[in-house]
């Protein structure tokens, strides 16, 4: 049950739950939160709701590596949990046909940011796969068009 304390977007139960209210209730001061989230990730039989707050908080704390790392594990995750293909030319049409389940939209955002994290970490050339393929699902919603657009962007003048 949540309390009015309770950050709205938590809905994960168990020891990993006070681990995550306490990182979100010390944000602040990322050396306390980042041990809070570490706590949370620590526990045993985490779900998804763990890992995607992790990725999203690491995101947000410009923790590029980590929160690629978990980006990463959610989109594998997902892929195990609904035994979908693991090659692109297989996983798309499933994909694209089930734009409004929410696993698909999940998988999409997660890999849609890992692939902004690999282009803040300089790795380009994944990056450009990652937005070319989010792109080809749906250029708008899941900033493949925007990571595009940033990745092909003319070099500007000084």
Same mark, same amino acid.
């Given at each position: 049950?949540? !309390?009015?304390?309770?950050?709205?977007?938590?809905?994960?139960?168990? *020891?990993? =739950?006070?681990?995550?209210?306490?990182?979100?209730?010390?944000?602040?001061?990322?050396?306390?939160?980042?041990?809070?989230?570490?706590?949370?990730?620590?526990?045993?039989?985490?779900?998804? @709701?763990?890992?995607?707050?992790?990725? =999203?908080?690491?995101?947000?704390? #410009? #923790?590029?590596?980590?929160?690629?790392?978990?980006?990463? !594990?959610?989109?594998?995750?997902?892929?195990?949990?609904?035994?979908?293909?693991?090659?692109?030319? *297989?996983?798309?049409?499933?994909?694209? @046909?089930?734009? @409004?389940?929410?696993?698909? +939209?999940?998988?999409?955002?997660?890999?849609?940011?890992?692939?902004?994290?690999?282009? +803040?970490?300089?790795?380009?050339? =994944?990056?450009?796969?990652?937005? @070319?393929?989010?792109?080809?699902?749906?250029?708008?919603?899941?900033?493949?068009?925007?990571?595009? #657009?940033?990745? #092909?962007?003319?070099?500007?003048?000084?």
């Amino acid at each position: 049950m949540m !309390t009015t304390t309770d950050p709205p977007w938590l809905s994960v139960s168990g *020891s990993a =739950r006070t681990w995550l209210v306490a990182a979100a209730q010390t944000w602040e001061d990322t050396d306390v939160s980042e041990q809070y989230m570490q706590q949370a990730l620590a526990q045993p039989d985490i779900g998804l @709701d763990v890992l995607v707050s992790a990725y =999203r908080y690491y995101f947000y704390k #410009n #923790n590029n590596v980590l929160a690629l790392e978990m980006a990463l !594990t959610v989109c594998d995750l997902i892929q195990k949990n609904e035994q979908w293909p693991t090659d692109w030319a *297989s996983l798309k049409p499933l994909l694209a @046909d089930q734009l @409004d389940h929410e696993m698909v +939209r999940l998988y999409l955002s997660a890999y849609g940011a890992a692939g902004l994290l690999l282009a +803040r970490l300089g790795d380009l050339e =994944r990056a450009q796969t990652i937005a @070319d393929h989010v792109k080809q699902i749906d250029p708008k919603e899941f900033a493949g068009e925007l990571l595009l #657009n940033i990745l #092909n962007a003319p070099a500007e003048d000084d």
